[in-house]
């Protein structure tokens, strides 16, 4: 099937003939979706802590950080915001001239609220001989949507969000990139130093790089800290090679191989080469501005204090179970442990030998730890926190999205839809061991969790295979919490006329 060329190409990829012989394999047979057992509530599977708990949580994590742990705050942020503009590119492709859907409608209405608009108007000054204001009284809407889309202007419909100027601030506009500093410093910061981790795409880590070297001294200056920023690409052997609809190789016209990147699953290799004892995760495009971040780093210090006080009686048990010294008494413990605070379940525990359950337990407790925050579904699209069935039978929290639910099946589509939560992707991990050993993170992937999304190339249909998504099946097998955090530590930006939502205005 492959040539030597094919060969040659695929090795200097960093990845194995075997690996391309399995994805071939999984186009063939597909992905089963997930046997499901409910969608996580509060009470079942999701912890809704008090306000005096919430504060004790807090402390918690400040004793660890005066501890002088490692901790890392990991922002995915590679994606180009191409879809964030996607009705204004429709506007700019259409037979018509002027604003006629209500989105255009409201986005020229309130021109001015948008962070960029100072910096628009100079792109028009600059290309045009006339400001916004004027373009629009002349019908020239259209000359302002290419000044901020295309390459000539701003080039908001080729960078990534994190880019982007987002929020206003009485003397300056800023990004999400500068807005993550600002949280790194205020919750996630230890030993007097942030360390903060983006991934970026190749095409766009330069400019990022220059972001970074500009605004560093003043938010040094600011929180008193020492930064240390970072920034790692998708690794090429993580690409997925890409089919034809019959599922043979699909080849570009000058006979090559088309691979694709494998989404945003591939980044557990980035997250797996961070050396921290601590890792938040949270989305570019999830930041407000300084007004409003006091509910987001309250929540933060609460979810993190979950973590720590929950990785430390895992550790206590590992420890009692490598010590030998332990009774049965101990054992039906760290099963209750298990089964109610780590709320994984597995028929017939209670009949296993101490023997055999010693084994069971050490292995179920020796992984990486996630606490995640979840928010009330208000209809955002994406994951959801479900009970899922594991493949050893077992049952433990999942975050899942759509696509892994079996939509022909009447019963699991009204518990994804009628589910009360939802994933805004606000994580904090634990990623060494008892030992202080580092996890070997894709380790605890599970392989069968991926998915096959429909694209095309040069005109032509093609299959493509999606990784275990990042916090889906790329973490299928860490021990994961749930607890319950308030809606507005979820402000993401979907559009550009998100912006115009209250939490991202003045």
Not at 281 to 305: C, E, H, M, Y
Request: hydrophobic residues 40%.
């Amino acid at each position: 099937m492959f040539t030597k060329e094919d060969i040659l190409q695929i090795q200097q990829k960093g990845i194995s003939e075997a690996q391309i012989e399995t994805q071939l394999k999984n186009f063939l047979k597909g992905f089963d979706f997930l046997k499901l057992r409910g969608a996580a509530a509060v009470g079942n599977g999701i912890a809704r802590p008090t306000e005096d708990e919430a504060e004790a949580y807090i402390q918690v994590w400040n004793d660890y950080k005066a501890e002088g742990h490692a901790i890392t705050k990991f922002v995915p942020a590679s994606g180009a915001a191409s879809r964030m503009f996607k009705n204004m590119f429709e506007f700019l492709n259409a037979d018509y001239d002027a604003p006629t859907t209500d989105f255009e409608k409201t986005f020229f209405a309130r021109i001015h609220d948008f962070a960029f608009f100072d910096a628009l108007n100079d792109a028009c000054f600059l290309n045009e001989g006339k400001g916004i204001d004027a373009l629009v009284e002349e019908g020239e809407f259209k000359a302002v949507v290419a000044n901020m889309l295309g390459a000539e202007g701003l080039n908001y419909g080729q960078l990534p969000k994190g880019l982007l100027q987002f929020h206003s601030y009485d003397d300056c506009a800023k990004t999400p990139v500068e807005e993550h500093l600002t949280e790194a410093a205020l919750y996630a910061s230890s030993r007097g130093e942030a360390e903060v981790h983006f991934t970026v795409s190749s095409e766009h880590r330069e400019l990022f790089q220059q972001l970074i070297d500009r605004v560093l001294p003043e938010a040094q200056e600011q929180y008193k800290i020492t930064y240390k920023v970072s920034l790692s690409e998708q690794k090429p052997s993580t690409d997925t090679i890409a089919v034809n609809m019959d599922n043979t190789p699909f080849r570009t016209s000058d006979g090559k191989l088309l691979f694709r990147p494998g989404g945003h699953g591939a980044l557990i290799q980035n997250l797996n080469d961070l050396w921290s004892d601590i890792v938040f995760i949270k989305n570019i495009d999830n930041v407000v501005p300084d007004r409003l971040k006091a509910d987001t780093v309250f929540w933060k210090q609460v979810i993190a204090g979950v973590l720590v006080q929950i990785q430390k009686q895992v550790f206590a048990y590992l420890r009692l179970l490598d010590s030998g010294k332990y009774s049965h008494d101990d054992l039906e413990g760290i099963i209750r442990f298990v089964r109610h605070t780590l709320c994984c379940d597995v028929p017939g525990l209670k009949d296993m030998e101490d023997t055999e359950l010693h084994v069971f337990l050490r292995k179920k407790l020796n992984r990486p730890i996630r606490v995640c925050g979840v928010v009330k579904n208000v209809g955002e699209p994406g994951g959801g926190p479900f009970l899922a069935y594991n493949p050893d039978g077992s049952i433990s929290l999942q975050i899942l999205e759509s696509s892994q639910i079996d939509q022909n099946n009447p019963e699991y589509v009204k518990m994804f839809t009628q589910g009360t939560h939802f994933n805004p992707v606000d994580l904090v991990c634990a990623i060494r061991n008892y030992k202080g050993e580092k996890f070997n993170l894709p380790d605890f992937v599970d392989p069968a969790t991926g998915f096959i999304s429909y694209k095309s190339k040069d005109g032509r249909e093609l299959k493509a295979l999606e990784l275990p998504g990042l916090w889906n099946g790329a973490m299928s097998d860490w021990n994961t919490i749930m607890v319950e955090v308030p809606l507005s530590t979820f402000n993401p930006v979907k559009t550009v006329n998100d912006l115009l939502r209250p939490q991202h205005q003045k």
